[in-house]
């Protein structure tokens, strides 16, 4: 069975920095690209940022371009979304995503963990 | 640019037919055909219910289809069922390099 799951949220304050993992299971992970799409409470979906099956092609928002960093490592099933310079409207919950296809890196999310939660306040 | 936009809200009896419209631009919507489109019931993470405009993941209802005309996507549920009652979210790939969500439409199944 295809899994996903996110760790690493947690309360911090603004201008903090944490660092979230997304585990997967159940396919050939270094086949797909994956995704961050954060969902502030109450709000609708955000897309954040995706990378390619290679880890070579990264796409960010604008909205945290610049703050984020994403990243895999292929031989631990695993993508890193590095959050830094925290600001209280990052708080989210942050879904981990996995690409329909090798090529879907921007337009199909078709599997979705349970999220893990940010709170950003001082 | 801002986001997509789709109704805040449609409703619908069961057996009953419903169309969520999702509204961009020649930039996201009317450029490509990238549009999906997302179930998400309260406290779960989202579903893709159909991707690339029209086209539906294995396992999904055929109940869920999906079209595109101009610069606005719609996802039609046919047959509503009460198990249909959740948030939809219309996403499209835009020009920019980036992913463009709609703000997210409630069903409510009367």
């Known amino acids: 069975e295809v899994h996903l799951l996110e760790s690493g949220g947690g309360l911090v304050q603004p201008g903090g920095s944490l660092r979230l993992s997304c585990a997967a299971s159940g396919f050939t992970f270094s086949s797909y690209a994956m995704s961050w799409v954060r969902q502030a409470p109450g709000k609708g979906l955000e897309w954040v940022s995706s990378?390619?099956?290679?880890?070579?092609?990264?796409y960010y928002a604008d909205s945290v371009k610049g703050r984020f960093t994403i990243s895999r490592d292929n031989s631990k099933n695993t993508v890193y979304l590095q959050i830094n310079s925290l600001r209280a409207e990052d708080t989210a919950l942050y879904y981990c995503a996995k690409g329909l296809c090798d090529t879907c890196t921007l337009t199909v999310f078709d599997i979705w963990g349970q999220g893990t939660m940010v709170t950003v306040s001082s | 640019q801002s986001g997509l936009t789709q109704p805040a809200s449609v409703s619908g009896s069961p057996g009953q037919s419903i169309t969520i419209s999702c509204t961009g631009t020649s930039s996201d919507v009317g450029g490509y055909n990238y549009v999906s489109w997302y179930q998400q019931h309260p406290g779960k993470a989202p579903k893709l219910m159909i991707y690339?405009?029209?086209n539906r993941p294995s396992g999904v209802s055929n109940r869920f289809s999906g079209s595109k005309s101009g610069n606005t996507a719609s996802l039609t549920i046919s047959g509503l069922q009460a198990e249909d009652e959740a948030d939809y979210y219309c996403s499209s790939y835009r020009s920019t390099s980036t992913v463009v969500f709609g703000g997210g439409t409630k069903l409510t199944v009367l």
């Open positions: 990378i390619s099956s290679s880890g070579t092609t990264i």
């Open positions: 690339d405009v029209s």
